[in-house]
């Protein structure tokens, strides 16, 4: 696009940006796509690119809750290692155990137990 020319974006190209930069395509790159400068990218397309990444986790989150309802253990362990709290650690035997931090704040950095 020429210096100084006015650019209006299309429906079709929000949709665009906002499906790259769900997929983490970096900015040069989908301006590149576009044929506009990386600010003309930012000032039409801020919206796009500010609400895609947390819209596209939140539908890889809601599948990986389907997936663990619908009993994938992988799916399982790695919910209630991440949003459950749940540690693993290697007890005075060497055998594995579960800690769940359960407590507001409680992390292995503040639990008297795990500290050595």
Known sequence: ??????????DAQRQKVRSL???G??????AKMLGI??????????????VAEAEANAKVAGKLFQNAMDGNLGAQIFWLKT??????RDDET???????YNKPGMTPETD????T
């Not at 696009?1 to 299309?10: D, I, K, R, S």
């Not at 395509?25 to 989908?30: A, G, L, N």
Request: negative net charge; glycine residues 6%.
């Open 1 to 10: 696009m020429p210096l100084g020319e006015h650019f209006e974006a299309t």
């Open 21 to 23: 930069s769900a997929c």
């Open 25 to 30: 395509v970096p900015q040069m790159d989908i």
């Open 37 to 50: 400068s990386d600010r003309t990218l930012r000032t039409h397309f801020r919206h796009e690119l500010d």
């Open 83 to 88: 949003r459950g709290r749940w540690r693993e």
């Open 94 to 100: 060497g055998q594995k155990t579960i800690v769940i």
């Open 112 to 115: 008297e137990e795990t500290k």
